[in-house]
């Protein structure tokens, strides 16, 4: 490999890691565009050793290029475990880990000089983000919903909660509660998972027989 073949695989997988990183970076995520460009580059970098190796050793020793390449491989999962955060029942980063991973690949490729593989990764990677990101939550919205129940927030009445949602199929995802003025009444926020939205209406007029409840309706 010529120094000019190295500079242009550099500079190429810094491009393509750069925008891959943008998007996240614009989603406020903790890994965003410098991160993808460190993480391409140095996978890059990684190959680009092992294939200098392989040249320098000619004759002289048996080097496996890939070798250093599928240490990235396996590496780059602590990073990316890092951007993944649990936040009481939601799951967050993982788009992000995905994408460092992606990355990663990436950086591989280039540096072993698999350039179409390379650009159409990264195109694929830049439509899944920034394209389908609107599919995503249109998906979302459609099937994610919150519902809002004023009711005491004792066991029991948080368990006939859950077997009115349960006997519809209705997934919590995650409950937010406040107190009301009165002391022993509250303002539960569930975000559910909700599949079949047309029994929206007969899951508000269950709630509301609760002897529990006094009020229930969809954000």
């Given at each position: 490999m010529t120094d000019l073949v190295v500079i242009e695989r550099l500079l190429i997988v810094t491009a393509l890691s750069g925008v891959i990183g943008y998007e996240r970076e614009r989603?406020?995520?903790?890994?965003?565009?410098?991160?993808?460009?460190?993480?391409?580059?140095?996978?890059?970098?990684?190959?680009?050793?092992?294939?200098?190796?392989?040249?320098?050793g000619a004759g002289h020793a048996d080097v496996d290029p890939t070798r250093m390449a599928a240490q990235v491989i396996s590496g780059i999962g602590?990073?990316?475990?890092?951007?993944?955060?649990?936040?009481?029942?939601?799951?967050?980063?993982?788009?992000t880990a995905a994408s460092l991973w992606a990355a990663a690949g990436i950086g591989l490729a280039v540096g072993a000089g698999f350039l179409t593989g390379a650009f159409a990764s990264a195109g694929i990677v830049i439509i899944a983000l920034y394209g389908f990101s609107r599919l995503e939550r249109a998906m979302r919205?459609?099937?994610?919903q919150t519902l809002v129940v004023e009711t005491r927030a004792s066991g029991a009445d948080l368990a006939s909660i859950r077997k009115v949602l349960a006997e519809f199929d209705v997934e919590i995802r995650d409950m937010d509660i406040r107190p009301l003025d009165s002391p022993d009444r509250f303002h539960i926020e569930f975000h559910v998972k909700l599949l079949t939205p047309q029994h929206r209406e007969e899951i508000l007029e269950n709630l509301v027989r609760l002897e529990s409840t006094t009020r229930a309706h969809w954000a």
């Open positions: 989603h406020g995520r903790a890994a965003g565009f410098r991160t993808h460009m460190l993480v391409g580059l140095g996978s890059c970098l990684v190959m680009l050793t092992g294939l200098y190796m392989v040249e320098a602590f990073l990316g475990a890092g951007t993944i955060l649990r936040f009481r029942a939601s799951v967050l980063g993982l788009t919205k459609h099937w994610y």
